[in-house]
């Protein structure tokens, strides 16, 4: 009996391409945290196919990880991200079919979404089905901030902080300017999502490096939540000033949905932005008035007896709801599925407020207009 050679396996050259495309992004993520400066595009669109409809919309969202839906993986993301959860509660307002648009990268700081994203991707916001343009930015330039901040030893160089909130607030202010200047003239509202404190409870701790002043170690929670306050004022400010909205995440996911100090206001009403309020108002409102009543959003009370996890494992992204989609390394993904309910009662669907990305879509929502 002759021996069975087998014959050499030729791979057609897309696989071959994307094999070599893949080859040096694994190298990086497999560095650990020396890659937190590695970026990954994570671009979906997703059509909520409403039954009975012929009229077809868009709504375009740019931003990072958070936007992406991502969820630890490099081929996948969570389908119901925010943007396309805003586009279910679309769907329903309007009675028509919803395109939700995700130009993302996961990991990428705010100077990359403005100029990767938002300016090189315009096409996106510019098409005459667009009703919706939204964004998000700069969590990435805190965390790196605070990444570099937590490996400080010696005197405590606070300067990366600043750095973190000046770059964010010229990107924030630029993209606003830019949407406003080349989205589609017939686009009904513009909305910026800030950020959520992603590991408030863990920052809890001391710095390992001491205050010049003191020469003492300062509790690392103490300087990052003025930063990611500040950082949020401008975002809101900035909506005010140049005619978008904001979603305040920070107080979505951070407060709790009853009143837990006795102040009269729910907290999570209690923590907002309030439009045209000074920024050390904000900030002296949040950072010591409120302060008690700020919690890890890996425990978010929807009453006093009752709590959601809004943060998955890593301690940093919504939890979601509705399975993944491709998207990542081997580029994205278009697809379309029926809205997930039929009907909503007061504009919230039955798990509103259980998942970090239903919470955040449902803020985006609030400000959707009556008709296309």
């Keep these: 009996m002759e021996a069975c050679i087998p014959t050499q396996r030729r791979w057609p050259l897309r696989v071959l391409g994307a094999v070599r495309t893949l080859l040096p992004i694994l190298a990086l993520l497999a560095l ?11 671009n979906v669109s997703w059509t909520i196919d409403r039954a009975g409809t012929t009229a077809k919309y868009r709504v375009v969202a740019y931003g990072d990880s958070i936007y992406a839906g991502y969820n630890g993986s490099t081929v996948n993301a969570a389908k119901y991200s925010a943007p396309t959860v805003d586009a279910e509660y679309l769907s329903a307002l309007w009675n028509a079919d919803i395109e939700s648009v995700r130009r993302t990268k996961s990991g990428a700081i705010a100077s990359d979404i ?18 919706v343009v939204t964004f998000e930015m700069c969590g990435n330039d805190g965390l790196q901030a605070r990444s570099t901040f937590k490996s400080q030893s ?36 513009k909305v910026i999502s800030n950020l959520h404190y992603a590991g408030y409870a863990a920052d809890n701790v001391q710095s390992s490096c001491k205050d010049a002043t003191t020469g003492a170690t300062v509790k690392m929670q103490d300087k990052f939540l003025p930063a990611i306050v500040r950082m949020n004022y401008w975002m809101c400010e900035y909506a005010r000033q140049k005619g978008f909205k904001c979603a ?4 979505q996911y951070m407060g709790a949905d009853y009143d837990s100090n006795g102040d009269g206001q729910i907290d999570s009403d209690a ?50 709801n509705g399975g993944t989609v491709s998207a990542g390394l081997f580029g994205g993904s278009t697809g379309s599925g029926a809205p997930r309910y039929t009907s909503l009662v007061s504009g919230k669907n039955p798990i509103w407020n259980q998942y970090g990305h239903e919470r955040m879509g449902w803020a985006v929502s609030t400000f959707n207009p009556v008709a296309p």
């Design 271 to 320: 923590l907002r932005y309030v439009g045209g309020e000074s920024e050390s108002s904000y900030v002296t409102r949040l950072t010591s008035t409120l302060r008690s009543t700020i919690r890890d959003a890996n425990t978010h009370f929807v009453s006093s007896s009752s709590s959601y996890d809004y943060i998955q494992s890593d301690d940093t992204h919504p939890s979601y």
């Design 114 to 131: 403005y100029n990767n994203k938002i300016v090189a991707e315009r096409s996106f916001m510019q098409d005459s089905r667009t009703r």
């Design 154 to 189: 010696g005197t405590c160089n606070y300067s990366v902080l600043t750095t973190a909130e000046n770059n964010c607030k010229t990107h924030v202010a630029a993209a606003m300017d830019y949407i406003n200047a080349n989205a589609y003239a017939g686009v009904k509202v």
């Design 32 to 42: 650990g945290s020396e890659a937190t400066a590695s970026t990954l595009n994570q």
């Design 248 to 251: 305040d995440n920070f107080a």
